[in-house]
């Protein structure tokens, strides 16, 4: 958690974490109401849960959505707030895993010199900065997690800093949207009800085949008979779920394979390293799925 | 000078009057053929062998009697030598003598009279001054003209020999194959009589036990060989045998066997491949032929020699290797065949193909061999057709219809993705008033005039066929419209389909019947069944009738389009009904045959509508029909790769089944057996003459039977599905009728061979059953007889139970600071000492994730007892009974009463008891286990029983399974550790253990190269335990077995193994070790 150097030319870009948004519109091809759902949940302080298996698009739909929601922005720089133009919403990501604790989330210490800073964690700034907070898998993470949503997200909006004694009301803006994948979490792993209660739930799944295709065309660039036919074989080795496979080929998969298709790669070989290979180490469904492929991919 | 006879008679007067007479007939023979010093030679000879010794009378008396015989075939100077070699036998035993110049008049037609001492000197040496050895040398004799017709001197040698070294063992042996020699050497061919008696001498001296055997039935097992290679074959065995002794006559009677299920032009290039190895091992020379049926059924024969190559280097290396090579009992073995071999066998792919059709049909579709449809008897019939009855898909046992193993899968794949595709583009999901897409409607409002009405239709595909008088017509040309369409659709759909498929098109396009030979309404179906394989062909038919073919041309392309529907399909065969059967079946005689393609696209509307057909043919087009006799109908040869199409029978057993679930949008309507035989009549997808022989009534009532037997399965299966594993339904669903008896899950392991160091493959069957319920009441007892056990065991893993964090420190980041680890670090500061920054503490959680399979010897052994009871102590001295019976009888009662409370115990029940401690103390615990026992009796049959599965829930059930632990049969430990293996790695545990609790050494039938041996057992068991630590599982053996260190040091040689020398401390010692092994 490095501030950016002032007045150095980085080579790179970097952002205070509150501070990133989209510059661009993110793709996003509404499935159903999920656009609507979300804008009036924001609209009305609801915190949303993203249901649904990996690579369907659920963090592309939080930049869409961060993207076209807009306020006034107000970003905390030096201990001073500085207000910009309204703009679209921050949005901050925090990937949850299993060592993720609660002071990851909210702060903690930090020894400079000889005294002890504060610094804050991802949660603590998009609370402050009133920006969407996206905890994704947020159930591999530590049970103390939990302490920090709980309050966040009913009436109160309130974000307890226990090590400062201190209690943050969240700004306008702020919205806690979490992801979780009923797939393949063991049932150890499930949200607790008293989390779960507290969210709207947003149920995603693969697009249908036409409008998987038109988005794997659109991000890798394929024409749409290609994207049509990894649209297909998607749908056929989805077929295969609960077996041996524990998540189908997400669309995030077959872009990739799209992609390296653009590059040259044949049909096959870019399924067969992008689709067959990650989704399984098991040869035999390797192989069950790499026939598939070569039924669709000439 | 005495007259001569006189004189003679004289001498013989001496010796019983049957000499004398013998003599006076043979001189009254002779008197003129010899002159009189030859006669009084004859005669001076024949007195010397008479008076040689006691019984050389009798020598002397066949001398007399062959002599005129003799004479007719000698000059006296020939015969006088002859009479010399006799004189000869005659000092060493008259009776041998005898037996010679007996066989003599008939046996020197076979022989000079120059090889007569050779012959002769051959029975002598048979005789070794025993009267046993005279009688066989006599009887050598005796067959000898028998013999020598077949068998030349020199080689009659060999027979001699032979027979000469089985009397060494049994001259009754000895004595019975030479009695049987000339009918076995009558058998043979003329060259092979010599290689078979070689052969038979290497027999008789290296296991002459079986030289009867050999004599009996090895003219017969020769003539298995191809008549040029049997010498060769003989040639072999002998050589094989001399290395391997008394193994040799079974191998030769083995190969000999093999060698008669080979094509015989092979035989030559078998035994070349054979004799290359006999130099290294004869038994991997032998074993070759042995195993090469088997062989020869999964490769061609020209990859034999690279399948002999690859043995011969493994056996350079390792003879024991190469010889379980060839025996086929080598994992090596099955690999280099499987990869030599171009064959595609079903059972190796099923899993792949049953996944790749799910995948396809996104639905639970099984995949099987075409013969467990057929055996169902429910209508299919053809073994080799690929075929689906709504469920499942069913495929040929093995393909190799080509030369490379890559085509014969892709075959096998078109096969799947055809049948699959019926699933997936509903071929049978036909309903009867739904309109297509591109047709109007396949419902025909009218029927046609004498055809059934349909109303009373099971299914909507009867109620279709119903509106078709021939109805066999409709059957095919749906068939061919169906299969077009889902052709079409496949290659559509899949592209990378399109090339395999496109092959067996055309090679099923060459198998065609010529068409020149077909009646005319015949011909058109087999045409347009053409055009379905390939719609740019160029057909060939009568120039005449081109506008006839043209309209079924143009319909058929219009079930290529997309969006066809199997209603397109129904509705396109009503319209190709109506005008293919309004052309009559006659013979095209001088048809003007020319070449025609199907139209291209005309933009022609094909109306279905009710009035757009109508009867008869359309009104535009008046076709010249021909005429002439009308002929049978016979229906086009089916397509291989399309293989068997039943909609009718699909959508009757799929609406059984539904009806049976009570699901089904109809509510359930009870199909009695009448509409269903009526179904059965009509039908022309099921011939009951096809499927069984005899009485057709019983022949359909046997149909039905299997038919409802078919559904009922179904059902079960759903049932079971839902309830999840078989035999473990709770308490609750018993009353869902009586439980099914559980079938045994058999699952194959290889075995490991030592001496060879390589697998025997799929070599034990393993067959996983629940152990019956028995009495809850055990494991309760022993929980109250152990109380005070169970209460430590229970503490003792309590204390195991993880703390759920563990706080680690002087880590560079983490949940906080160290205080204690700042305070030192401000310290150093400030002395200006080094300083390290590792000042943070992180809570780790400790998980535990253990699964443990423990592993009960189930062996008879553990029956026997350890404590063996007082003996009937007589109350002891301080009772006083008073002599009142009452009170000796109540005491006694007691006593007996303590006795069956607590009988001996066996070894057993302490693996019983160990059981149900830490099985309680694990449930404390929470670690995932499982509990088996095993037993059997050889490699196919060791017995696995479940007490408490993995996955399953510690339950009232468990206990009572439990209660039924007991001793069974023998101890094939490899297998079972195998299948624990397994049952661990399915659990995906971080932490797997195998406790094997035993009572002695591995052993069992044939788990050795014979019953002592205990090598072989060990290797097996450590190569098993082996695999579980290369699966990264911590195997531990646990034995009551006093002796169990020998063994135990050498099969857990760097594993965890303990000998409980106390066994009735195990109880308690199990528990100990198991927190020590899981810590």
């Not at chain 2, 009104?619 to 293989?643: A, K, T, V, W």
């Not at chain 2, 983490?814 to 920054?837: C, F, M, N, P, Q």
């Not at chain 2, 339950?955 to 069974?968: H, T």
Request: proline content about 5%; some cysteine; overall charge negative.
């Amino acid at each position: 958690m490095t501030s950016a150097a002032d007045g150095t030319v980085a080579q790179y870009q970097s952002w205070e974490v509150e501070e990133f948004r989209a510059l661009e519109e993110p793709y996003y091809v509404p499935v159903s109401d999920e656009v609507e759902l979300f804008r009036s949940a924001w609209e009305s302080k609801v915190p949303v849960l993203l249901k649904g298996p990996t690579g369907c698009g659920k963090t592309r739909f939080v930049e869409y959505m961060a993207y076209h929601l807009n306020r006034p922005t107000f970003v905390e720089r030096d201990g001073e707030q500085v207000i910009e133009e309204e703009s679209n919403l921050p949005l901050v990501t925090v990937a949850c895993h299993e060592d993720l604790t609660a002071s990851d989330l909210v702060g903690r210490y930090l020894l400079e010199g000889e005294e002890t800073v504060w610094i804050d964690g991802p949660l603590t700034r998009a609370v402050k900065a009133g920006a969407i907070c996206y905890l994704d898998e947020v159930v591999e993470a530590r049970k103390d997690t939990t302490v920090l949503i709980h309050p966040l997200t009913d009436h109160r909006r309130i974000l307890p800093i226990e090590k400062k004694s201190q209690l943050l009301q969240a700004r306008d803006g702020f919205l806690l949207v979490i992801s979780f994948n009923p797939g393949y979490q063991s049932a150890l792993k499930d949200l607790k009800q008293s989390t779960r209660q507290r969210f709207i739930s947003i149920e995603f799944d693969y697009p249908p085949r036409e409008t998987e295709a038109a988005i794997v065309a659109h991000e890798s660039g394929v024409d749409m008979d290609v994207a049509t036919n990894l649209a297909k074989m998607a749908e056929k080795v989805r077929n295969l779920r609960e077996h041996g496979l524990s998540e189908g080929a997400s669309t995030r998969l077959l872009i990739y394979a799209g992609k390296l298709m653009q590059r040259g790669i044949t049909p096959r070989r870019a399924c067969q390293v992008s689709v067959a290979w990650a989704l399984t180490d098991d040869r035999d469904v390797q192989r069950s799925i790499e026939e598939v492929i070569s039924s669709i991919f000439e | 000078m005495t007259d001569t006879p006189e004189r003679v008679r004289e001498a013989l007067a001496a010796f019983p009057p049957s000499l004398q007479q013998e003599f006076d007939g043979a001189h009254a023979a002779l008197s003129d053929v010899l002159s009189p010093p030859e006669l009084r030679a004859w005669a001076d000879d024949g007195v010397d062998i008479a008076r040689h010794s006691l019984r050389s009378w009798e020598a002397a008396s066949e001398y007399f009697r062959a002599s005129p015989g003799m004479l007719e075939q000698l000059t006296f100077g020939r015969f006088q030598e002859w009479t010399k070699t006799g004189h000869g036998l005659v000092e060493s035993s008259p009776a041998l003598a005898g037996a010679y110049f007996r066989a003599s008049p008939s046996a020197l037609k076979y022989l000079s009279v120059t090889q007569a001492p050779d012959w002769a000197e051959q029975g002598r040496s048979l005789y070794k001054g025993t009267w046993k050895s005279g009688s066989l040398a006599a009887q050598y004799f005796e067959v000898s003209p028998a013999v020598l017709p077949q068998l030349p001197l020199n080689q009659m040698r060999l027979l001699v020999e032979l027979i000469d070294s089985l009397a060494g063992h049994s001259y009754e042996l000895a004595s019975a194959c030479l009695n049987m020699s000339p009918g076995v050497l009558e058998q043979l061919d003329r060259p092979d009589r010599a290689p078979f008696l070689e052969f038979g001498s290497v027999v008789s001296s290296t296991a002459w036990v079986d030289a009867r055997v050999f004599f009996e039935r090895g003219p017969g097992l020769v003539r298995h060989v191809h008549p040029q290679q049997r010498a060769r074959f003989l040639a072999l065995s002998g050589r094989v045998a001399l290395g391997v002794g008394r193994l040799g006559h079974p191998y030769f009677m083995e190969a000999s066997q093999a060698l008669a299920e080979i094509d015989r032009d092979g035989h030559r290039e078998m035994l070349e491949l054979s004799e290359g190895l006999v130099p290294t091992s004869g038994i991997a020379a032998m074993e070759f032929i042995k195993s090469a049926p088997e062989v020869l059924r999964r490769l061609r024969p020209e990859d034999l020699p690279r399948w002999q190559a690859a043995g011969r280097e493994i056996l350079g290396s390792s003879p024991e290797g190469g010889e379980a090579f060839f025996r086929l009992e080598s994992s090596k073995g099955e690999d280099i065949i499987e990869a030599l071999s171009s064959r595609v066998e079903l059972e190796r792919v099923s899993e792949l193909i049953r996944m790749y059709c799910k995948a396809l049909t996104g639905t639970d579709v099984a995949v099987h061999s075409a013969e467990t449809l057929t055996e169902k008897g429910v209508g299919w019939v053809d073994e080799s057709s690929p075929t689906t009855e709504g469920t499942a898909i069913y495929l040929p046992p093995i393909v190799e219809q080509y030369l490379e193993k890559d085509e014969n899968f892709a075959v096998y794949k078109v096969f799947a993705t055809h049948q699959a595709a019926r699933l997936e583009f509903g071929s049978f999901a036909f309903d009867y008033a739904r309109p297509g897409h591109l047709f109007q409607r396949a419902a025909r409002d009218d029927a046609e005039p004498g055809a059934a009405d349909g109303a009373e239709a099971i299914t909507a595909m009867e109620h279709f066929f119903d509106g078709f008088e021939d109805r066999r017509l409709a059957h095919d040309i749906f068939t061919i419209v169906e299969d077009t369409r889902i052709d079409t659709m496949v290659k559509r759909e899949y592209a990378g389909i399109r090339r395999p498929m496109s092959r067996l098109q055309e090679a099923a396009l060459e198998r065609r019947r010529p068409l020149e030979e077909m009646p005319v309404r015949q011909a058109m179906i087999e045409n347009l069944l053409r055009a379905s394989l390939d719609e740019t062909m160029q057909l060939h038919w009568p120039q005449e009738l081109h506008e006839l073919m043209q309209r079924p041309l143009t319909i058929l392309r219009r079930i290529r389009d997309t969006g066809a529907t199997v209603e397109d399909s129904g509705a396109a065969t009503r319209v190709l009904y109506d005008w293919i059967r309004q052309v009559p079946n006659v013979e095209l005689e001088d048809a003007d045959w020319s070449e025609m393609t199907a139209p291209a696209d005309d933009e022609e509307m094909i109306d279905v509508g009710p009035q757009g057909g109508g009867e008869g043919a359309p009104e535009s087009y008046q076709p010249n029909l021909p005429h002439g006799e009308e002929q049978p109908y016979e229906s086009p040869d089916p397509i291989d790769f399309r293989g068997d199409f039943k909609p009718e029978l699909v959508q009757l057993l799929m609406k059984l089944k539904n009806q049976q679930m009570g699901e089904g949008d109809t509510p359930p309507v009870q199909l009695t057996k009448e509409q269903l035989q009526e179904l059965l009549e009509k039908s022309t997808e099921i011939n009951i003459t096809e499927m069984s022989e005899g009485d057709l009534d019983e022949s359909t009532g046997m149909f039905l039977d299997n038919l409802m037997k078919e559904v009922e399965q179904a059902l079960q299966q759903a049932a079971q599905q839902q309830q999840g594993k078989p035999g473990e339904g709770s308490d609750d669903d018993e009353d869902s009728g009586e439980p099914l008896p559980e079938v045994p899950e058999s699952f194959y392991y290889d075995e490991w061979d030592f001496r060879a160091s390589d697998y025997k493959p799929r070599w034990c069957r393993v067959q996983e059953m629940h152990l019956e319920h028995g009495d809850r009441e055990y494991y309760e007892r022993t929980l109250t007889e152990h109380a005070q056990l169970v209460a430590e065991t229970r503490r003792q893993f309590e204390q195991l139970k993880p703390e759920m964090f563990r706080k680690i420190k002087r880590l560079p980041d983490g949940d906080d600071y160290d205080l204690d680890a700042v305070i030192e670090w401000i310290v150093e500061r400030k002395a200006h000492a080094a300083s390290e920054t590792k000042l943070y503490y992180r809570r780790n959680k400790v998980e535990r994730d253990v699964a443990v399979a423990f592993l009960l010897d189930m062996s008879a052994s553990t029956d026997e007892e350890i404590t063996k009871h007082q003996p009937n102590s007589a109350p002891a001295s301080g009772d006083n009974f008073d002599d009142d019976p009452r009170k000796y009888l109540s005491w006694w009662a007691q006593k007996r009463a303590q006795e069956s409370r607590n009988p001996a115990k066996r070894i057993i029940d302490l693996e019983k008891e160990a059981a149900v401690l830490l099985m309680e103390a694990l449930e404390t615990i929470g670690d995932t286990y499982g509990v088996y026992g095993f037993s059997g009796y050889g490699r196919d049959n060791v017995e696995f029983y479940v007490i408490k599965d993995m996955d399953e829930q510690f339950s009232d059930g468990v206990k009572e399974r439990l209660d039924k632990v007991s001793p069974v049969r023998s101890t094939r430990m490899g297998p079972a550790i195998r299948h624990c293996i397994y049952k661990l790695r399915e659990t995906g545990a971080k932490v797997k253990i195998l406790v094997l609790l035993s009572d002695g050494r591995p052993q069992d039938h044939g788990y050795g190269r014979d019953r002592t041996e205990k090598e072989y057992a060990i290797h097996d068991t450590k190569m098993a335990l082996t695999e579980a630590r290369r699966e990264g599982m911590t195997p531990f053996c646990l034995t009551v077995d006093r002796a169990g260190h020998d063994y135990l040091k050498q099969m857990c040689e760097d594993m965890g193994y303990e000998v409980v020398g106390d066994i009735e401390s195990l109880p308690r010692r199990l528990p100990t070790l198991y927190r020590r092994l899981t810590q």
